[in-house]
T-cell receptor, first 113, second 113 residues
Framework: GDSVTQMEGPVTLSEEAFLTINCTYT??????LFWYVQYPGEGLQLLLK?????DKGSNKGFEATYRKETTSFHLEKGSVQVSDSAVYFC????????????FGAGTRLAVHP | NAGVTQTPKFRVLKTGQSMTLLCAQD?????MYWYRQDPGMGLRLIHY???????AKGEVPDGYNVSRLKKQNFLLGLESAAPSQTSVYFC????????????FGPGTRLTVT
């Protein structure tokens, strides 16, 4: 079945460092890909999405490109802030199946001043 | 708009007890979902609904029942709680099958002793 694998955390960075969180997927067909973020004590929020190959999703300085040839959707940010500390989830939604989301295990990011 | 709300926020149950978790959304969304979040496993879909009066099983439905009698509410029931159901439960909603974004509630932390 469909699945998402993302790098284990925690990831610990200093403020203004470059961030990469790796995400790869297995799916039949052509899924849509998402990054969700969960701040402490809150529910998940959609951070960005890409719905077809080579699309780049971006929001709040974060970017991810849908790479079909490597089945990847890595999250990047050029300069992280303390306020970016959160858990990041990569997810996919396959066509049909009522758009159910399949999540990766999540990667915790801690940014220190 | 309150968005997606969940009641209660925290609950402790003894093995064998029953309870109902309430999810409410005020966005007139058609689709609603119940997930559980366990450490290192991301979110897993329990049950979902594509409209008032409909429900369907997700990835991990055993031990849970759901009902969607009103469009704005989606109830998750545990008839006989087990320690394996200790988890954080998230409800989410989506406007329709053509929409990508799911909106999440703040979660309910359930402990079964």
């Amino acid at each position: 079945g469909d699945s998402v694998t993302q790098m284990e955390g925690p990831v610990t960075l200093s403020e203004e460092a470059f961030l990469t969180i790796n995400c790869t997927y297995t799916a039949t067909g052509y899924p849509s890909l998402f990054w969700y973020v969960q701040y402490p004590g809150e529910g998940l929020q959609l951070l960005l999405k890409a719905t077809k190959a080579d699309d780049k999703g971006s929001n709040k300085g974060f970017e991810a490109t849908y790479r079909k040839e490597t089945t990847s959707f890595h999250l990047e940010k050029g300069s992280v802030q303390v306020s970016d500390s959160a858990v990041y989830f990569c997810a996919l939604s396959s066509p049909g199946g009522y758009n159910k989301l399949i999540f990766g295990a999540g990667t915790r990011l801690a940014v220190h001043p | 708009n309150a968005g997606v709300t969940q009641t209660p926020k925290f609950r402790v149950l003894k093995t064998g007890q029953s309870m109902t978790l309430l999810c409410a959304q005020d966005m007139n969304h058609e689709y609603m979902y119940w997930y559980r979040q366990d450490p290192g496993m991301g979110l897993r879909l329990i049950h979902y609904s594509v409209g008032e009066g409909t429900t369907a099983k997700g990835e991990v439905p055993d031990g849970y029942n759901v009902s969607r009698l009103k469009k704005q509410n989606f109830l998750l029931g545990l008839e006989s709680a087990a320690p394996s159901q200790t988890s954080v439960y998230f409800c989410a909603s989506k406007i329709s099958g053509f929409s990508y974004e799911q909106y999440f509630g703040p979660g309910t932390r359930l402990t079964v002793t």
